[in-house]
């Protein structure tokens, strides 16, 4: 299966989601994420504001925020086009950046090495954990040759593509927590 093909499979898959079972799922994801850096014990923690089509992070960030952990979310870097991570809180502001995602307004951020944990959006993953994103390849970009901080991708089951065709530099993550499980 290819790229144009995987994204096409994905929206139908969260078209077809109801509110109830969103909001189900929601909690499962939130369970698994804290559950997981509380045994990890992390202290430096990005995340990302989500989208109608991608896996809710409303409920894992306040959670972040309100948590003992130090909490990061991206906004682009218009020179490199690759992802800064900003530190938030309750009273960070946002603007609306040129892909109408919400971005934190501030210049505090952290260097890569120091994350301990990144939560990532996907449209797809396979059976290598390559994550299919949007198409921009600001993830691939951020964290291509780095080694640090465990990448965690959110995905609900139907997010699984095993035998979806990835190159060589797309993204490939650490663990995915799906509706169901951790993989």
């Known amino acids: 299966m290819n790229k144009t093909e995987a994204r096409d ?6 078209k077809s989601l109801t509110a109830s079972s969103k909001s189900y799922q929601e909690k499962v994801h939130l369970d698994f994420i804290k559950n997981h850096i509380e045994e ?3 202290s430096h923690v990005a995340s990302y ?3 109608p089509y991608e896996v809710s992070t409303e409920k894992i960030n306040e959670f972040l925020s309100d948590f003992k952990t130090h909490f990061y979310l ?15 809180n309750k009273k960070t502001k946002f603007k609306k950046n040129s892909f109408n995602i919400l971005e934190p307004i501030s210049e505090e951020t952290i260097k890569l090495e120091k994350l301990n944990a990144v939560i990532v959006p996907l449209r797809a993953f396979n059976e290598n954990f390559q994550r299919l994103g949007f198409g921009g390849g600001f993830y691939d970009k951020t964290f291509s040759g780095v080694s640090q901080p465990q990448l965690i991708g959110l995905a609900y089951e139907f997010q699984y593509l095993k035998k979806l065709k990835l190159e060589d530099y797309d993204l490939k993550l650490d663990t995915v927590f799906t509706n169901k499980q951790l993989l």
């Open 40 to 42: 990890k014990s992390f």
């Open 49 to 51: 504001m989500s989208l």
């Open 9 to 14: 499979l994905i929206s139908d898959g969260f």
């Open 74 to 88: 991206p906004k682009i870097n218009s020179i490199s086009n690759t992802l800064e991570f900003v530190r938030c």
